[in-house]
């Protein structure tokens, strides 16, 4: 199994942390090397990125009970040199960042996904104790929570923003387990849509775009939700979408409408950017297709979109699904739902 560690990545060096306990529980050979950190075309916001993953990694560490280092050990030894080695054999398996793992064709990223691969060696045979509890589960998103309240004063009301967008596995992995929240907190849902990166000027290559849809297709198995007949909605059946989703928000049919859409375009392979496609989507969104008519003539969506993505980045983020409870700092990643509902409990 090769570990890869860049060296200013703070998930490599919470990776490096449960590295020991690790290998004392599986018969694996573990070889760990250093790499430099993405590339532009992997990490275009390299700045946000850097100052993102420094406080996603220091409030994951404490939902684990974990310390965070500032470096990695002293073992790992990062010279110009195996930098470069690191750096090509990442290159040739296939991958991007630091904090993965790859093991016999598959890659893990950080201990957010380090349980799938404890589970396929306990599947092989290959842990040396009885169990199957890996050392760090996902978290679970709570749904059952209590009603909202019966009197609600409007000016401190709970409002959660979801910047999502119509071209991202990870929006439709988080939409009903996000409605399913802002409902059971009582809080306000916020649809702030914005244009899938390729679409503003970010590049994604290919080793990207692979890994995420191999692991959006794993994470989705583990929620229960159909994925992997795709149609790709990247330009006009994006624009399309989004014309329409920014009036059934106005209708009351947001929500709807971004499921309906995502599970379209990720699980049933509906092509969004044709008639039928869309009046199929927008159908069962409870949408009739003069509704559908007149949001496609309304190009006021454009605007919207760059409102919500100056928004998101002045939260420091800049890809989807993100979300915000009031006023706290904004949370990336459909799997960081778990301190969305940390912060809308404390809210």
Not at 70 to 88: I, R, Y
Not at 154 to 164: Q, V, W
Not at 202 to 230: H, T
Not at 253 to 258: A, E, M, R, S, T
Request: net charge neutral; with cysteine; proline share 7%.
């Amino acid at each position: 199994m090769h570990v890869f560690h860049d060296a200013q990545d703070p998930y490599s060096h919470l990776l490096a942390v449960v590295m020991p306990a690790f290998a004392n529980r599986y018969r694996v050979q573990i070889v760990e090397h250093v790499v430099p950190p993405p590339d532009a075309d992997a990490a275009p916001e390299s700045r946000a990125l850097a100052d993102w993953a420094r406080r996603d990694a220091a409030r994951l560490a404490l939902h684990h009970g974990l310390a965070l280092p500032t470096a990695l050990p002293a073992n790992l030894a990062v010279t110009p040199q195996t930098l470069q080695a690191g750096d090509a054999l990442r290159r040739r398996l296939g991958h991007y960042l630091g904090a993965t793992l790859y093991f016999e064709g598959e890659w893990y990223w950080g201990i957010d996904r380090l349980h799938y691969l404890e589970a396929r060696l306990t599947q092989a045979g290959l842990r040396k104790e009885i169990g199957h509890e890996p050392l760090y589960p996902p978290p679970r998103v709570s749904s059952a929570h209590s009603a909202a309240p019966t009197t609600v004063d409007l000016a401190r009301a709970r409002r959660l923003t979801f910047f999502c967008s119509l071209r991202s596995p990870y929006t439709y992995l988080a939409v009903d387990r996000v409605r399913a929240l802002a409902a059971s907190y009582g809080a306000t849902l916020e649809l702030a849509f914005v244009l899938p990166m390729v679409m503003r000027g970010l590049p994604v290559n290919q080793a990207k775009r692979l890994y995420i849809v191999r692991d959006a297709k794993r994470e989705a198995e583990r929620l229960n939700l159909p994925f992997g007949d795709i149609a790709d909605p990247v330009g006009l059946p994006t624009e399309r979408g989004l014309a329409v989703l920014n009036h059934a928000i106005a209708a009351g049919c947001g929500p709807d409408f971004l499921e309906s859409f995502l599970r379209g375009v990720f699980a049933e392979g509906i092509d969004a950017g044709s008639q039928r496609g869309l009046q199929r989507i927008a159908h069962r969104a409870g949408m009739d297709w003069a509704a559908v008519t007149r949001a496609l003539d309304d190009p006021s969506w454009r605007t919207l979109a760059q409102q919500h993505r100056d928004r998101m980045q002045h939260l420091g983020l800049w890809g989807v699904p993100s979300f915000q409870v009031d006023d706290r700092p904004g949370l990336w990643g459909q799997d960081r739902l778990f301190m969305v509902e940390q912060d809308l409990a404390a809210a």
